[in-house]
């Protein structure tokens, strides 16, 4: 995993220590109507790419098979409607655990009750992911039970692809749009066993919690909420893209809150020159990344 490209790319040197035999596949569906143009990345490590088209590709596949589209719709209103009901629980119980963390009195009594109320968030957490799992179970069983002909045509073409490939390329963009459409070809399992560099996003996609994070956007500071599952290839870690800026160090607590809410996986930060290589679910090497800390604070990432 590496840090945002843009406006200074990592990618080359990155690169230089996957060892691989066979084309290089890009995954470029979270850019959306710009999928496919890769270019600029063509140029920056020097070697000819291929990219799976998933984004355009799921639009065509749908457009085909209008039953899946039906489908495909009825989950996606399914999800951002449970997305605002979580929101508005989250709200609460964050708040509440907030309050506690910046509370003063008998330091005994309180510990207990932070405790407590760290673990209301993130029994929420849990909560949300298991509705979420329930809705693409639901997907998967009707889509199972229909006849799909020109769909599976396609996904068996990009199974081929993504299995004949030497090395597949995660880029970033819209997260949700990037997973949904590696969901809907099936990618996960054989993701999983292919050398990958991935970023920004992309990066988010392989942890197994995908984490939505902003405490300096436009219409203010936002609560760090869960998403969705990842696909689970980099274990017990979650990437925090252009932390530096998407993060306020200047809140403790704040920070402190965030680390103890997702333990015990180590959020980890991911920004311009960042990289993160895991082989097994082992870290091997880190540059440039830092890990929050339950004090609120941060310390370098290194490898085991």
């Not at 396609?154 to 969901?183: F, M, S, T, Y």
Request: charged content about 25%; overall charge positive; glycine content about 6%.
């Amino acid at each position: 995993m590496i840090g945002p490209q843009t406006p200074h790319p990592n990618l080359a040197s990155a690169l230089e220590q996957v060892s691989f035999e066979g084309p290089i596949v890009t995954i470029t569906a979270g850019w959306q109507d710009s999928e496919g143009e890769v270019e600029e990345l063509q140029n920056d490590i020097g070697r000819p790419v291929q990219d799976l088209g998933l984004y355009h590709l799921a639009e065509t596949v749908c457009a085909r098979e209008p039953q899946l589209l039906e489908l495909k719709r009825e989950r996606q209103y399914k999800l951002k409607a449970l997305q605002k009901l979580y929101r508005i629980r989250l709200e609460a119980t964050l708040s509440a655990a907030r309050t506690l963390l910046n509370s003063d009195g008998d330091a005994e009594l309180l510990r207990l009750e932070q405790r407590a109320a760290i673990t209301q968030v993130r029994a929420l957490d849990r909560h949300h992911l298991k509705r979420i799992a329930a809705i693409h179970e639901d997907f998967a069983t009707r889509r199972s039970q229909m006849e799909l002909p020109f769909a599976t045509s396609k996904r068996n073409e990009i199974w081929q692809r993504v299995q004949d490939a030497g090395l597949i390329l995660v880029a970033g963009g819209h997260v949700a749009v990037l997973l949904n459409r590696i969901r809907l070809f099936r990618l996960e399992p054989l993701l999983a066993d292919k050398p990958i560099i991935a970023w920004s996003a992309g990066a988010m996609v392989l942890g197994e919690r995908i984490v939505l994070f902003h405490d300096n956007a436009p219409q203010g500071r936002r609560n760090a909420e869960v998403l969705d599952s990842g696909l689970g290839i980099v274990p017990k870690l979650v990437p925090l893209p252009h932390a530096k800026t998407r993060l306020d160090w200047s809140i403790p607590t704040r920070m402190a809150l965030f680390a103890r809410r997702f333990a015990p996986s180590r959020c980890c930060t991911l920004d311009f020159g960042s990289l993160i290589r895991t082989e097994n679910g082992i870290i091997t090497a880190a540059k440039d990344s830092s890990v929050m800390k339950r004090t609120g604070g941060k310390k370098r990432l290194v490898a085991k």
